[in-house]
């Protein structure tokens, strides 16, 4: 199993250039989500889907967009890059228990570094 | 929304000794997971806890629901577990999981 899978690794963008970063997961995860990293913060919550068809946003969405369309893929795009969009993205992946509305053990992809000039 | 705050901020200790890592959070918890994040990005689950105390080799973690706090042991520390450790909260629900800023650890040989 390859888990969770994040491409690309590197990116550099110029403001108001749109992108998307890519992350799949083999695991058959329920949940899926997208987190920024910052420097000096925590990890923040920008989208997350709990399964095909359905996603919702977290924390921080303005300027992002996700879509679902199989188990396996949940991309992030950025609609319009700014300077402000500049971090460490991650996917992460767990099993989602719906009726007891529990996370499980999330399970991280290895990030993509975004710089926006 | 949820307050998640570790302390120490940043810890430098020398090899074998006894670390202690703490976490403290305001509303009360679904779970409680511990997360590894070595130089370089990645981050691993450690644990995931909702109540008690778990073991995994010279890791252990105790979590404390009535006083809202955790915290992440490490024995016999070795350089290879120089890496932040990051505390983050499930509130029950789909809406992710809220993180602490983190607790950067340097074992010196």
């Known amino acids: 199993n390859a888990g969770v899978t994040q491409t690309p690794k590197f990116q550099v963008l110029k403001t108001g250039q749109s992108m998307t970063l890519q992350c799949a997961q083999d695991?058959?995860?329920?949940?899926m989500s997208w987190y920024r990293q910052d420097p000096g913060m925590g990890l923040r919550l920008i989208h997350y889907s709990v399964g095909a068809g359905i996603t919702d946003q977290g924390e921080v969405p303005n300027g992002y967009n996700v879509s679902r369309s199989t188990t396996e893929d949940f991309p992030l795009r950025l609609l319009s890059a700014a300077p402000s969009q500049t971090s460490v993205y991650f996917c992460a992946s767990s099993y989602y228990h719906l009726r007891a509305g529990a996370l499980n053990e999330q399970f991280f992809g290895p990030g993509t570094r975004l710089t926006v000039l | 929304k949820n307050e998640v705050e570790q302390s120490p901020q940043n810890l430098t200790a020398q090899e074998g000794e006894f670390i202690t890592i703490n976490c403290s959070y305001s509303v009360g918890i679904s779970a409680l997971h511990w997360l590894q994040q070595h130089p370089g990005g990645g981050i691993v689950s450690l644990f995931m806890l909702s109540s008690g105390k778990k073991k995994h080799g010279r890791l252990i973690a105790t979590i404390n629901i009535q006083e809202k706090h955790s915290s992440l042991h490490i024995t016999a520390s070795h350089p290879r577990d120089s890496a932040v450790y990051i505390c983050?909260?499930?509130?029950?629900?789909?809406?992710?999981?809220?993180f602490g800023k983190g607790t950067h650890l340097i074992i010196q040989p």
């Open positions: 983050a909260v499930s509130q029950g629900g789909a809406d992710g999981l809220t």
């Open positions: 695991m058959n995860h329920e949940y």
